[in-house]
């Protein structure tokens, strides 16, 4: 079985600060990772994706995140925050070698202000 | 490429009822699954469909059913609403196996 802990239901950061969100997993097989973003009133969009080959990933729009296993972590990161970025972030895990099934975490709320 | 479509977009129905949504997937893409989200359980999947078969089922009571057609296309039904299954219910498609997911904006149904 797997589960997601994303620590922090609401981060704010000033524009141009770094961006932190952070996000432990459980699983009892080699996992598969995900960071989504959520904007009001839409769906979600793939941010980046772990899917066991280089522990650091780059996505979409500056994010990128480092898979740490000893740690059992997947925090998203972003050197200097936009204010386009204020939206719900959502870690997610599936069993390795499937993207099918996602559990997800309960979401971060990242705010971004002047 | 067109993205996953989900229509309708808003639904209002009475406890009782039942509902059906639709998906349309990416096309080319044959696995298309149905999540529930509320603010009080979060993201929650329901089933995952690949081939018109069903291969992954959530923790949902059988009042939640879905579906798939040839085309890929995607049907799930709700019968006997209660108040708790208002809810965004997302669907998200991928082309195989390990592939990630991508979402359509979601169906909003409220029930009164």
């Known amino acids: 079985a797997q589960s997601v802990t994303q620590l922090g239901s609401h981060v704010s950061v000033s524009e141009g600060a770094l961006v932190l969100l952070r996000c432990n997993y459980s699983s009892s097989v080699p996992p598969y990772l995900f960071w989504y973003v959520q904007y009001p009133n839409q769906g979600l969009q793939l941010l980046l994706k772990?899917?066991?080959?280089?522990?650091l990933v780059k996505g979409i729009n500056g994010f990128e995140a480092e898979f740490k296993k000893s740690e059992t972590s997947f925090h998203l990161t972003k050197p200097s925050a936009h204010m386009s970025d204020a939206a719900e972030y959502f870690c997610?895990?599936?069993?390795?070698?499937?993207?099918?099934?996602?559990?997800f975490g309960t979401g971060t709320r990242l705010q971004v202000t002047l | 490429k067109a993205g996953v479509t989900q229509t309708p977009r808003y639904l209002i129905k009475t406890r009782g009822q039942q509902v059906t949504l639709s998906c349309s997937p990416i096309?080319?893409?044959?696995?298309v699954s149905w999540y529930q989200q509320t603010p009080g359980q979060g993201l929650q999947f329901l089933f995952e469909y690949f081939s018109e078969t069903q291969r992954n089922k959530g923790n949902f009571p059988g009042r939640f059913s879905g579906r798939q057609f040839s085309n890929s296309r995607s049907e799930m039904n709700v019968s006997t609403l209660e108040l708790g299954d208002s809810a965004l219910y997302l669907c998200a498609s991928s082309s195989r196996q390990g592939q990630p997911q991508h979402f359509g904006d979601g169906t909003r149904l409220s029930i009164l």
């Open positions: 997610a895990v599936s069993a390795g070698g499937t993207a099918s099934k996602l559990t």
């Open positions: 772990y899917t066991s080959a280089a522990t």
């Open positions: 096309s080319g893409h044959r696995s």
